[in-house]
């Protein structure tokens, strides 16, 4: 069972260094981050220039940890951090899925956002 694990963390990671190696963030157009475990859900928004995260959302936050690890809270949670991002007037990003498969959880974080008025 934990060779197993290794092994999907293994190519996982692999697939995130395949995808960074061509999505970057700017200022004008910020990576949107997306980190999934068992407990908690996580985006952030990063520029990659400065090296700075300029906004994030998590499930482990004080007013936000009602929100439940499934489709429907994904989908909450990405909408928190449109509305985050739109006060600071970024409304296009980068969407880097950290080499999670683009369905489930990670897809209704990015719908969640688009509902919110973010362009990716």
Partial sequence: MLRKMLEKDRKRIKRKNHIRKRVSGTAERPRMSVVRSNRALSIQII??????????????????????????GAGQLGEVLGKRLLEKNITSVVFDRNG????????????????????F
């Fill in 100 to 119: 999670y498969l683009y369905h489930g959880l990670v897809k209704a974080m990015a719908d969640g956002a688009r509902k919110a008025g973010i362009r």
């Fill in 47 to 72: 520029d990659d220039t400065k090296g700075h995260t300029l906004a994030s959302a998590s499930t482990l936050e004080k007013e936000l940890n009602s929100i439940k690890r499934n489709l429907e």
